[in-house]
């Protein structure tokens, strides 16, 4: 008897050890569809009634439902909801409901980096450099961007009373205002250069973008630009219709501007420009770098393949999939991934990696100061060749390769030096840039554009981190003095004299825009413009 009950002690051990499977049979795994859908009901009946915590059956549903979605290991297909597709809907429609104030926290308040042209913000007086330290009776020091986002937007229509703090007044100034419907610019107002020399950014590729690009180049032509700096730097992309409508202003009825192969009915098309350009004399150079993706790699793969734009940057990020936003339900949408996108020379762009942080990463590399070997100027020739329309090499393999690679500067050892002695104080250090740069404008120490940061200025930075307990050597302070004095004009120039003239003064240092730059001013018709550019080019870059 003992070893009869020994015996099934034994079994109930293993049993419970294999998950049960000896007691409780199902259906086979690997069966017809009929078969599988009836296995998934019956494992979710079986988990809801007897696993050992309480789950709600439609919490399984999600789980099962992002589930499936994982296993297609792709990041790009998901299932939006809440937040995450109001996001989406923002950044393509531009649109948002709020006061249309750039802000960021700055020494602990909520501070106004810039109201947005005809926003309420803007016509109420808000200026840059306003510091709000109350939202609708509620104290904002200590508050987090994504918390200051979410009390000054709201309804279009209702009502919000802030208080700001404005360098120069004592008492805080009080503001009843009235929430709208914001649009974000893609495009926001060109810069001329001398020489006429134009210059644009887009960013992203959303609902207005072709006609806010078109009329930013009809006003600058009207201004004297003679030729274009197109910045889709950091660029991550957004609606394909927009890319293919951009590309369109600027290449001939009946050119391919890209083409998308997939599975699906319709998934596979040709699309070609369907109007003639409106600029055709216009010289171009576009800017890209790793941070340019999707919609904006189409842009500047197809101005690259017709030879209509010199590229120059560095090689970028690499995303060559279309996702399709099924609309499910109320605030609720499925991005999946339906198809691939070709340059008109026949190059993929998407870069093969296992995820998005990977794929940035290796995208990335090609700026670091010891790039990845996939990206190294000798890895760039061996990537396979496709021809332009003027027979010029052009590299596949992964994102677009510059028609001229052009790393930006890289950190001194002293620079990164000065950085690891600030290591997690860097918002200490942003704070005391700014504060200082408030005290100019209050005070007037700085009257003009062009100023020049002074040793004294740069002392006074390293004295303001030392009062907020940031205590670095004067000798690193100093080896890194060419770091401090360029983001304290940076941040000088922006609350002072606006965001046009902090990007001026940014320009200088831009060794990509002002390649562009040389570029321009040599070439006065964009054939001149692509000898010049092919007799720039490096290794990686010439025909074979």
Same mark, same amino acid.
């Given at each position: 008897?003992k070893?009869?009950?020994?015996?099934?002690a034994?079994?109930?051990?293993?049993s419970?050890?294999?998950?049960?499977?000896?007691?409780q049979?199902?259906?086979?795994v690997?069966?017809?569809?009929?078969q599988?859908?009836?296995?998934?009901?019956d494992?979710?009946?079986?988990?809801?009634?007897?696993?050992?915590?309480?789950?709600?059956e439609?919490?399984?549903?999600?789980?099962?439902?992002n589930?499936?979605?994982?296993?297609l290991?792709?990041?790009?297909?998901?299932?939006?909801t809440g937040d995450?597709?109001?996001?989406?809907?923002?950044?393509?429609?531009?649109?948002?409901a709020g006061?249309?104030?750039?802000?960021?926290?700055?020494?602990g308040?909520?501070?106004?980096?810039?109201?947005?042209?005809?926003s309420?913000?803007?016509?109420?007086?808000?200026?840059?450099?306003?510091?709000?330290i109350?939202?609708d009776?509620?104290?904002?020091?200590?508050?987090k961007?994504?918390?200051?986002v979410?009390?000054?937007?709201?309804?279009?229509?209702?009502?919000?009373?802030i208080r700001?703090?404005r360098?120069g007044?004592?008492?805080?100034?009080?503001?009843?205002?009235?929430?709208?419907?914001?649009?974000?610019r893609s +495009?926001p107002? %060109?810069?001329?250069?001398? &020489?006429?020399v134009g210059?644009?950014?887009l960013? @992203?590729v959303s #609902?207005t973008? $072709?006609?806010?690009?078109?009329?930013?180049?009809t006003?600058?032509k009207?201004k004297?630009?003679?030729?274009l700096?197109?910045?889709?730097?950091l660029?991550?992309g957004?609606?394909?219709?927009?890319?293919?409508?951009?590309?369109?202003?600027?290449?001939d009825?009946?050119?391919?501007?890209?083409?998308t192969?997939?599975r699906?009915r319709g998934?596979?098309?040709?699309?070609l420009d369907?109007?003639?350009?409106?600029?055709p004399?216009?010289?171009?150079?576009?800017?890209?770098n790793?941070?340019t993706?999707?919609?904006?790699e189409?842009?500047?793969?197809?101005?690259?393949?017709h030879?209509?734009? +010199?590229?120059? %940057?560095?090689?970028t990020? &690499?995303?060559?999939?279309?996702?399709?936003?099924? @609309?499910?339900? #109320?605030?609720? $949408?499925?991005k999946l991934t339906?198809?691939?996108?070709?340059t008109p020379?026949?190059?993929?762009?998407?870069?093969?990696?296992?995820?998005e942080?990977?794929?940035?990463?290796i995208?990335?590399?090609?700026?670091?100061?010891?790039?990845?070997p996939?990206?190294?100027?000798s890895?760039?020739?061996?990537r396979?060749?496709?021809?332009?329309?003027?027979?010029r090499?052009v590299?596949g393999?992964?994102?677009?390769v510059?028609?001229l690679?052009?790393?930006?500067?890289?950190?001194?050892t002293a620079e990164?030096?000065?950085g690891?002695?600030?290591?997690?104080?860097?918002?200490?250090y942003?704070d005391?840039?700014?504060a200082?740069?408030?005290?100019l404008?209050?005070?007037?120490?700085?009257?003009?554009?062009?100023?020049?940061v002074?040793?004294e200025m740069r002392?006074?930075?390293h004295?303001?981190?030392?009062?907020?307990?940031?205590?670095?050597?004067?000798?690193?302070f100093?080896?890194?003095?060419a770091?401090?004095?360029?983001?304290l004009?940076y941040?000088?120039?922006?609350?002072?004299f606006g965001?046009?003239a902090?990007?001026r003064?940014?320009s200088?240092d831009?060794?990509?825009l002002?390649?562009?730059?040389?570029l321009l001013?040599?070439?006065?018709?964009?054939?001149?413009?692509m000898?010049?550019a092919?007799?720039?080019?490096?290794?990686?870059?010439?025909?074979?």
């Amino acid at each position: 008897m003992k070893q009869r009950w020994s015996l099934i002690a034994m079994v109930a051990v293993i049993s419970f050890l294999s998950g049960g499977w000896l007691l409780q049979r199902g259906v086979a795994v690997g069966g017809n569809v009929y078969q599988q859908a009836r296995l998934f009901d019956d494992v979710l009946s079986h988990v809801h009634t007897y696993y050992v915590d309480s789950l709600p059956e439609t919490e399984l549903y999600d789980k099962a439902t992002n589930g499936m979605l994982e296993q297609l290991k792709d990041p790009y297909s998901v299932l939006l909801t809440g937040d995450d597709y109001r996001q989406l809907t923002e950044q393509t429609s531009g649109n948002y409901a709020g006061l249309g104030i750039q802000i960021d926290v700055r020494d602990g308040w909520i501070t106004v980096v810039a109201p947005l042209p005809e926003s309420p913000a803007e016509r109420a007086g808000v200026q840059t450099g306003d510091q709000i330290i109350e939202v609708d009776g509620k104290p904002t020091e200590g508050w987090k961007n994504d918390q200051a986002v979410k009390a000054l937007r709201g309804e279009a229509g209702s009502k919000i009373v802030i208080r700001i703090r404005r360098a120069g007044i004592a008492e805080p100034i009080r503001y009843e205002l009235t929430r709208a419907t914001i649009h974000i610019r893609s +495009v926001p107002p %060109g810069t001329l250069f001398e &020489g006429g020399v134009g210059y644009i950014s887009l960013n @992203p590729v959303s #609902e207005t973008s $072709a006609n806010e690009l078109r009329d930013e180049i009809t006003a600058l032509k009207g201004k004297g630009m003679k030729s274009l700096v197109l910045d889709l730097r950091l660029n991550p992309g957004g609606l394909l219709d927009q890319g293919v409508k951009v590309t369109e202003l600027f290449l001939d009825r009946g050119q391919e501007i890209v083409s998308t192969r997939g599975r699906a009915r319709g998934a596979s098309k040709n699309f070609l420009d369907e109007n003639k350009q409106l600029w055709p004399d216009l010289p171009i150079v576009v800017l890209v770098n790793e941070g340019t993706a999707s919609a904006a790699e189409i842009i500047a793969g197809a101005l690259q393949d017709h030879d209509r734009a +010199v590229v120059v %940057g560095s090689p970028t990020f &690499g995303k060559g999939l279309v996702q399709t936003l099924f @609309p499910l339900g #109320e605030g609720v $949408a499925l991005k999946l991934t339906t198809a691939r996108w070709f340059t008109p020379s026949g190059r993929t762009i998407q870069r093969e990696a296992k995820s998005e942080e990977e794929q940035f990463e290796i995208a990335q590399a090609s700026v670091d100061s010891a790039p990845d070997p996939s990206t190294s100027d000798s890895a760039l020739r061996e990537r396979p060749a496709f021809r332009t329309d003027g027979g010029r090499v052009v590299r596949g393999g992964g994102g677009i390769v510059p028609d001229l690679v052009v790393r930006p500067d890289t950190l001194s050892t002293a620079e990164r030096e000065f950085g690891r002695s600030l290591g997690s104080k860097v918002p200490a250090y942003r704070d005391a840039i700014t504060a200082y740069a408030l005290e100019l404008k209050r005070t007037k120490g700085v009257t003009a554009e062009t100023f020049r940061v002074t040793p004294e200025m740069r002392q006074e930075i390293h004295q303001r981190l030392r009062a907020k307990g940031v205590d670095i050597s004067p000798a690193v302070f100093e080896g890194a003095h060419a770091l401090v004095d360029e983001q304290l004009g940076y941040e000088v120039a922006r609350y002072l004299f606006g965001r046009p003239a902090e990007f001026r003064r940014r320009s200088l240092d831009d060794d990509q825009l002002q390649t562009a730059f040389g570029l321009l001013r040599k070439a006065q018709t964009p054939r001149e413009l692509m000898g010049v550019a092919m007799s720039s080019a490096g290794p990686a870059n010439r025909s074979n």
